[in-house]
């Protein structure tokens, strides 16, 4: 079967059972282990034994030959858990510690002894409760830790290297389609028969007019060797950060995929479990590190596609699927996303108030300031020097930049996500041009008028100047133009306007009624 079924320490919630298999019986010994062990818990799937003893887990895998994988041999037991050492290790360093023999005989193990009877990988157990779903049903994951998570996966990804063996339209679209004929039929009993054709004509509809994007995203290079099985379950605290763990060691198709299909997967959990907000900070963040905005043609369909294969493993472990089907469905429907551009000067609070709106709408947000250094191949924080109408901001330049805000902005109403274009939009006719495409792709839109006095806004430049915090580089000379320059709105923008007064606090909750509602055009 095509799926992700690894077993992982993180299955805490699953029955600890009784042990039948005489090696797995013979370690639940305290006194086999040489560091002190009071009592050894056993979690069983039917590919691995986990044994978590206290301080440290052994995985064990069974040697079995299923359609999926092959343990059926020491040989190959030893060669994948050297596989999954090496595979976690790029993510958890600290911790997945090393591949243990397993000596002696069958009724009395020894481990670290010669000759070998049988391998486990050797990590730290983190304590109950630390699993990302766990944690996000007691209470909650603040925004800050999924953004460092999405830094983190940003920037492995950007680490690896890309692959033409793999990722291929047919391929992709053989998974998926065999996918959604395994979801059929573990799930036939259900009520969910409807919802599943349903959703096997989206796939395989969708499988056809991506089939030119699929192939460009193989060429561009976005097939890598990844985590292949990013979900909630395989994510974990340890050392006061979030950690992916239990990477997908036994399949090389189901590990070299695109690396949005990565995101997907991740994203679409947080939405299957009510946490939209959550997962757009998630994409946000992960899209302005990355710059992947390409990614979001196929973005929809990996999130269906990912939500069928949680449904599948959920139900092969007879565990409720229901909210994940729920959750494909809604994914398929027809949608009106939000478009909504910032208006105002430099220092005027655009990206202050459009973060407090990413979780709130949800959207996902495209940075001029971000976006203009991308163009120049200039990292975030990097200082170019540029000032009024040189380097960075030549008249070329901002057009550029405006087109590229604007292709990205279109990828992501297509995909069904609500966008936000925080930019000053000073001139009308890009305002004008942005209208354009909201109309083409029937999203509501939105303009956010950011204001605040002339002080302020010349006193928020100077500080931000002197933090050097900002990927903005704005400095009094541009304020200068700005004030100058600016086209003031015209009575047919005036009905997109939304004001905010940056200058006095402000009630997100009425401000994010008032802009999600947006205009429809006719």
Known sequence: MNSSTGCSVSLMKETIIEVDDPLIRA???PAVYDHDVESVRVIETHISWVLLTGSYVYKIK??????????????????????????????????????????GSIEHPIIGAHPVIEYAVKLREFPPGAR????LEAGGVPVGDIHALAETIANFHGSLSSSQRFGSPVAITRAALSNVRETEQVLRRTKCGEDLAALRDWI?????????IFAARKRQGAIREGHGDLHLENLAYWDNRIVPFDALEF???????DVIDEVAFLVMDLMAHDRAGLAHELLNRYLEVTGDYAGLEVFRFYLVHRALVRAKVAAIKGVHADHYIRCACRLIQPSAPLLLITHGLSGSGKTSVTNQLISRLPAIRCRSDLERKRLHGLAPQTRSGATVGTGLYTRNSSQETYATLQHHAALGLRAGINVMVDATFLRRAERESFIRLADRERARFTMLDCRAPEPVLRQRIEARREQKLDASEATIEVLDHQLATNEPFNREELKFV????????????????RVAHGHRFS
């Open 251 to 257: 399949d090389l198709h189901l590990r070299w995929i």
């Open 204 to 212: 395989a509809a969708r499988c056809k007019e991506l089939e030119r």
């Open 62 to 103: 069974k040697p079995v030959s299923l359609p999926f994988v092959d343990f059926s041999t020491l040989g190959r037991r030893r060669t994948f858990c050297e596989e999954e050492l090496r595979l976690n290790r790029r993510l958890a360093p600290n911790l997945y510690l090393d591949v243990v023999p397993i000596g």
């Open 132 to 135: 990302l779903d766990e944690r």
């Open 498 to 513: 939304v004001p905010v007064d940056t200058q006095r606090d402000i009630d997100y909750d009425a401000l994010e009624r």
């Open 27 to 29: 370690l639940c010994d």
